[in-house]
């Protein structure tokens, strides 16, 4: 079991940047491939970044690739999204989570724990 806690949201305008954490509770944390995926009002939740157990492999969607920045420091046991000139359209509930292998970047139900999610809300 990891248990993994998101924390880094609030309310920001539009250009603005947040940096998003996802702290895991052990440190098997390194043996999984971690994402971020967000969920939307009405919408479904969708894929923003990948990072490799490693953290040298990483992939983004075409909405953010640019402009999110997927890191992890695997001695802290915890998965970054820096997240830089925001739009509206970001505003979504972000969940951390994780993947044991075979990986499959943007495929959630390959993902096996997922966080309860942090709020972004950009304002225009």
């Known amino acids: 079991q990891l248990d993994l806690v998101e924390s880094g949201g609030g309310l920001v305008q539009a250009g603005g940047s947040l940096r998003l954490s996802c702290a895991a509770s052990q440190r098997a944390f390194s043996n999984y491939a971690m994402g971020w995926f967000r969920q939307a009002p009405g919408k479904e939740r969708e894929f923003v970044a990948h990072?490799?157990?490693?953290?040298?492999?990483?992939h983004y969607s075409d909405s953010v690739q640019g402009r999110f920045t997927i890191s992890r420091d695997n001695a802290k046991n915890t998965v970054y999204l820096q997240m830089n000139n925001l739009k509206p359209e970001d505003t979504a509930v972000y969940y951390c989570?994780?993947?044991?292998?075979?990986?499959?970047?943007?495929?959630?139900?390959?993902?096996?724990?997922w966080g309860q999610g942090t709020q972004v809300t950009v304002s225009s």
């Open positions: 990072t490799s157990r490693s953290g040298y492999n990483n």
């Open positions: 989570a994780a993947q044991g292998p075979p990986f499959a970047i943007a495929t959630m139900s390959r993902y096996e724990f």
